[in-house]
């Protein structure tokens, strides 16, 4: 595309804008039919079973050692000015306010998102999408809503998973390793953190963010050229996108809910 | 609907989900020690709160036995209200002075309370009036500052303020 021909730019715009149209009709779909997906919820359970039990192994050996780097790091700095039992109450509120949600989310979108872009790209490029339309079964309510209400589902749990190993993980390392008193370790974490603020914030976040990153999956592997490369460059521009996304809103998030 | 041979993982996933939330409000955060006792309101007036926020606590021999609600100013008396819930089950006198300390050298500043000699209790709505302001440390310093200067030398500049006036 010639950057500098104002044709060719004006008609990027506006393939640009019918894309962006286009996700938010599919986006409208999804949750215009949420309510027989939910009453049918099998397909939801099995769903939530692809993309959450199979992500958990990662999500919690990746909170583990994020927690141990955390606990680390925290103790290093934290020591040079005389707070080093401060490193429970560091490791805590970094995990549960941004590194659980946020970390979590872009893992996901790595592991479950491409798997639900390279499944709907080939079965959209198997042609199964369309026989199902012709059956009268709606592909948005019989594989894609399951979907996304698993994604839905499960961010929230494996962020708070993430968390708590993580915290765990911390603790390991400051307690047992360095050497920190374990009483201080839990008592200033648990003077220092707020429920509905801190851990329900995070929480909020997991869910927008789960909701982001799942909706972006399905968007691209059902608006993709159902070719082998059009579902490969689906798959690369999920993980982009969704990891952006992530990233952006957890910036706007933060200072709506952060602000003094 | 159809029963899935996923459906145990699935319940499994969930409830480790669950249970590590709970641990996040449990043991990471302060859940089990929000009181739900039954609190009475009183008031606080203060010359200067400092850095006193809503939600600090109310501590008497460094127990908490309420905490601060609100903090307003009173435009008729130039003072700082602070409305404090105090737990029902801790009974104070009426002549209680109420001061604002701190949490370690940098920590948070508290109200802390000193128990009167009275008969009678405080009730709901009650004014606390013998308080002590939070320490300011400006003004900690030009106190120091006068005091070093009283003791000094008698100060040759007040003559030669007199002779420059005189000019």
Redesign the interface.
């Known amino acids: 595309m010639n950057w500098f021909n104002p044709v060719t730019v004006g008609a990027a715009t506006r393939e640009w804008l019918t894309d962006v149209g286009d996700a938010t009709r599919l986006f409208g779909r999804l949750l215009a039919v949420a309510g027989p997906t939910l009453r ?3 397909l939801v ?2 769903q ?2 692809f993309v ?2 199979k992500s ?1 192994s990662l999500i919690a050996v990746s909170g583990l050692f994020v927690g141990f780097v955390l606990a680390l790091q925290g103790y290093y700095t934290l020591q040079r000015y005389g707070s080093a039992e401060a490193v429970g109450l560091l490791v ?1 509120l970094s995990l ?1 306010r941004e590194l659980g949600p946020v970390v979590t989310a872009l893992l996901f979108a790595g592991r479950a998102g491409t798997s639900l872009t390279a499944e709907i790209g080939l079965m959209k490029s198997g042609e199964q999408l369309a026989a199902m339309e012709m059956m009268a079964v709606d592909p948005v309510q019989r594989v894609l809503s399951p979907r996304f209400w698993a994604g839905f ?2 961010m ?3 962020a ?2 993430f ?3 993580g ?1 765990f993980g911390g603790w390991l390392v400051s307690v047992p390793l360095i050497g920190i008193d374990s009483g201080s370790f ?1 008592s200033q ?3 220092g ?3 509905w603020a ?2 329900g914030n ?2 909020l976040k997991s869910v927008v963010f789960g909701v982001a990153v799942t909706f972006i999956a399905l968007r691209q592997g059902h608006a993709c050229q159902p070719t082998p490369e059009g579902v490969s460059a689906a798959t690369t521009r999920t993980v982009v996108l969704a990891s952006l996304a992530v990233l952006a809103l957890d910036f706007v998030l933060t200072a709506m809910m952060f602000s003094i | ?4 041979r ?2 145990v ?2 319940g ?3 409830l ?6 709970l ?3 449990l ?5 089990l ?2 009181n739900f006792d039954e609190t009475y309101p009183v008031v606080a007036k203060f010359d200067n709160i400092g850095g006193l926020k809503a939600r600090a606590a109310v501590k008497s021999a460094g127990v908490v036995v309420g905490r601060v609600e609100s903090i307003s100013f009173d435009d008729k008396t130039f003072q700082a209200k602070v409305a404090m819930q105090m737990q029902k089950k801790f009974a104070f006198p009426k002549d209680s002075s109420a001061k604002i300390l701190t949490a370690g050298l940098l920590g948070e500043q508290y109200i802390g309370m000193e128990p009167g000699a009275a008969d009678k209790n405080m009730v709901a709505g009650d004014v606390i009036t013998q308080t002590q302001s939070a320490v300011v440390l400006e003004n900690l310093i030009s106190q120091f500052l006068f005091n070093k200067a009283a003791d000094g030398p008698a100060p040759a500049s007040g003559a030669s303020a007199k002779e420059g006036v005189k000019k």
């Open positions: 049918r919820f099998g359970t099995e939530v079973f959450g039990n958990l805590a549960v589902i499960s929230p749990l494996l708070a998973v968390s708590a190993v915290i839990w974490m648990q003077g953190v707020e429920v801190d851990v995070g929480v | 609907m159809q029963k899935s996923h459906d993982w699935v499994l996933f969930v480790i989900g669950a249970g590590a939330v641990f996040l409000a043991k990471a955060g302060n859940l020690s929000l």
